[in-house]
Nanobody, 129 residues
Framework: QVQLVESGGGLVQTGGSLRLSCAAS????????MGWFRQAPGKERESVAA????????YYVDSVKGRFTISRDNVKNTVYLQMNSLKPEDSAVYYC??????????????????????WGQGTQVTVSS
């Protein structure tokens, strides 16, 4: 079992940047693909980015492509989400979670929270106008 803790959220202005971190503990972290998700009040949890366990494949939803970068450091047992050019619509609680295996569980071109486990507690990101 892996335990995940997100950090790095905060309040930024439109156009600003944040880097989120997801620290993992447990023996199996490097064997799992990882994903970042977000949930705004009154909205469903949505996929943001995902990365295979070796880091060879990266996936992003269209709304964050070119602005966000997911990465991982398996030595440090940490997954990152670098968020640049932030927009108010990026405001949400951001969560990281582990997939069931080394590959991102794609359904067509996307991936879903239901296929991930070991969710962290989330970190709040607020982007002001």
């Amino acid at each position: 079992q892996v335990q995940l803790v997100e950090s790095g959220g905060g309040l930024v202005q439109t156009g600003g940047s944040l880097r989120l971190s997801c620290a993992a503990s447990g023996l199996t972290f490097s064997s799992y693909a990882m994903g970042w998700f977000r949930q705004a009040p009154g909205k469903e949890r949505e996929s943001v980015a995902a990365i295979t366990w070796r880091g060879g494949r990266l996936y992003y939803v269209d709304s964050v492509k070119g602005r966000f970068t997911i990465s991982r450091d398996n030595v440090k047992n940490t997954v990152y989400l670098q968020m640049n050019s932030l927009k108010p619509e990026d405001s949400a609680v951001y969560y990281c979670a582990a997939a069931m295996g080394p590959e991102v569980p794609l359904w067509g071109s996307t991936w879903y929270p239901r296929d991930f486990h070991s969710w962290g507690q989330g970190t709040q990101v607020t982007v002001s106008s």
